[in-house]
């Protein structure tokens, strides 16, 4: 019902920061939680961080808790990851996805490309 396409990764030294936007398309995104998910070489995907409909209430992996900040815009429909203190371990591919919104966080939504971040050391 929703199609996502992200962007705002790129190369930044260990330290610096970053803003990865989730732009939406289609039917209903303003009623769907969303989620940030990433993904580096060999492993496997994994959840960073989650909003629910209204932005009122988040969640974060312990990986990445007081450093990175989920935020939506409904109006623009696109979610946002800011992305401080980035360390090389945050290297990845990041992806968006609608989740379910009982704090499982559970995405059930489509896999797109994704948008590579790449933290130097």
């Known amino acids: 019902q929703v199609q996502l396409v992200e962007s705002g990764g790129g190369l930044v030294q260990a330290g610096g920061s970053l803003r990865l936007s989730c732009a939406a398309s289609g039917r209903g995104f303003s009623s769907y939680a969303m989620g940030w998910f990433r993904q580096a070489p060999g492993a496997e995907r994994e959840f960073v961080a989650a909003?629910?409909?209204?932005?009122?209430?988040?969640s974060y992996a312990d990986s990445v808790k007081g450093r990175f900040t989920i935020s939506r815009d409904n109006a623009k429909n696109t979610v946002y990851l800011h992305m401080n203190s980035l360390k090389p371990e945050d290297t990845a591919v990041y992806y968006c996805?609608?989740?379910?919104?009982?704090?499982?966080?559970?995405?059930?939504?489509?896999w797109g490309q994704g948008t590579q971040v790449t933290v130097s050391s």
């Open positions: 909003i629910n409909w209204s932005g009122s209430s988040t």
């Open positions: 996805n609608t989740v379910l919104n009982d704090n499982s966080w559970f995405p059930f939504g489509t």
